[in-house]
């Protein structure tokens, strides 16, 4: 018996760097998995390249009338939704507070924070009438801690711990788990390309040398304690905040002269 058999899954952002991982490993747990997402290209390939147990549906987090109609077509394909992973997002181009324009912090909070709040609203009912189940919403540690020239995606990050502190509180009672995971930084195309806006990536200025396990994150990272929070192992964890960095957040690992 695999840990996910017989569960559905659906991922925000399924075809991106970190999400696929997700889905692949979903898929490989015996779990049917929905590739939620605006990249159909990837999205469809995903899913056809997994077969069975695996579909894409075109979802703008932004939109509620898209996370409707994403949610309605997990239950009707597969029969319910037992877990959903809030993994979309986007990052700012670099920029001082004072020279941010509206626009962007807008866009930045819509997708990070209110996609995050719209499939919270949408997917519970669903996670209810399965009897109960998990979310995570993917924060980062940029929602820990202050990142200068980054003030949209720090202060999107920093709100999305209210939100699942009080989804936890809210929908505890339904056997709904709701906790965040807290990247460092991960080799996917959100650090190796620059931001819509951006001229330089994320990859090209930081190094992970300086600290206590100097690699960067890879995907799997990720994607093994996703695994384990929204599985059984795990179900006296909610509102929980997990950081997955490596030591980022510690500082240099200074070594004696
Ligand atoms: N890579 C890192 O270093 C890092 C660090 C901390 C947190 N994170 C977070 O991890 C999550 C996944 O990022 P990733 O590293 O896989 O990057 P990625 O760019 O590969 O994936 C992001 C995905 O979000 C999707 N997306 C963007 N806007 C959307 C919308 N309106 N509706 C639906 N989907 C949308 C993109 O199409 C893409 O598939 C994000 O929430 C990001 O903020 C990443």
């Known amino acids: 018996m695999l840990r996910f058999d017989g569960r559905t899954v659906l991922v925000t952002g399924g075809a991106g760097g970190q999400g696929s991982s997700h889905v692949r490993a979903y898929h490989a747990e015996g779990a049917n998995v929905v590739i939620g997402g605006i990249d159909a290209g990837r999205g469809t390939a995903l899913a056809d390249e997994l077969g069975d147990r695996a579909r894409f549906v075109s979802l703008d987090v932004t939109d509620e009338s898209s996370w409707s109609a994403a949610v309605q077509d997990t239950e009707s394909a597969f029969g319910g939704l037992n877990v959903l992973v809030n993994n979309a997002g986007v990052q700012n181009p670099p ?15 819509d997708v990070n924070l209110t996609g995050t709040f719209l499939g919270i609203k949408v997917a519970a009912p669903a996670l209810r009438r399965a009897g109960g189940g998990a979310i995570v919403n993917i924060a980062s ?22 939100l699942t502190r009080t989804a936890a509180l809210e929908l505890g009672r339904d056997n709904i788990r ?61 509102g929980s905040e997990y950081v997955i960095d490596g030591g980022l957040l510690l500082g240099p690992a200074l070594q004696a002269a």
Do not use: C
């Open 141 to 162: 540690v940029m929602g820990v801690g202050g990142t200068a020239h980054y003030a949209p995606y720090v202060a999107s990050k920093w709100a999305v711990r209210g």
């Open 178 to 238: 709701v906790n965040t995971i807290h990247p460092g930084v991960i080799a996917t195309p959100f650090i190796q390309e620059p931001a819509a806006g951006a001229t330089a990536a994320i990859a090209d200025f930081y190094s992970p040398e300086p600290f206590a396990v100097p690699r960067l994150g890879e995907p799997v990272d990720v994607t093994r304690l996703l695994l384990f929070l929204t599985s059984s192992d795990a179900s006296f964890v909610t």
């Open 95 to 109: 920029a001082l507070i004072e020279e941010t324009d509206h626009a962007t912090w807008s866009r930045i909070l």
